[in-house]
């Protein structure tokens, strides 16, 4: 019998996959987030999946963290924008003078139809 905490290996050797399905184990979460870690959020504005009060409500004890929600955005979107934003937090491992600017200025992506043909009289 195993205790809490430690790893699983199944028959096929892949060990502690069920625990990781449920979230991971909470004291290694908590004793990372004693660190006091930098965070960096981003939500999109319509995620059906994640929408913007889960990340409100996850944030709201972390103490280092910048929360960014992207006008128009969806679950998993790609903005150049963002992506600097990323790209950046994790060269300086820091959340600290992030420039946010670009936020404002993101567009919705146009979501255009094709016109339908006209049928003629032979088809």
Do not use: Y
């Not at 790893?7 to 625990?19: F, I, K, N, T």
């Amino acid at each position: 019998m195993q205790g809490p905490g430690q790893d699983r290996v199944d028959a096929e050797g892949r060990g502690g996959q069920d625990r990781h399905r449920r979230g991971g184990d909470l004291r290694v979460i908590r004793e990372a987030l004693a660190q006091n870690p930098d965070f960096l959020v981003i939500n999109g504005e319509r995620d059906p999946v994640t929408p913007p009060d889960f990340g409100r409500r996850v944030t709201q004890a972390m103490t280092r963290v910048v929360r960014i929600e992207v006008p128009w955005g969806t679950h998993g979107g790609d903005d150049p924008c963002t992506d600097k934003i990323q790209q950046t937090f994790i060269e300086k491992g820091s959340g600290m003078g992030l420039d946010l600017s670009c936020v404002d200025k993101i567009q919705m992506t146009p979501f255009v139809l094709e016109p339908q043909k006209e049928k003629t009289a032979g088809e």
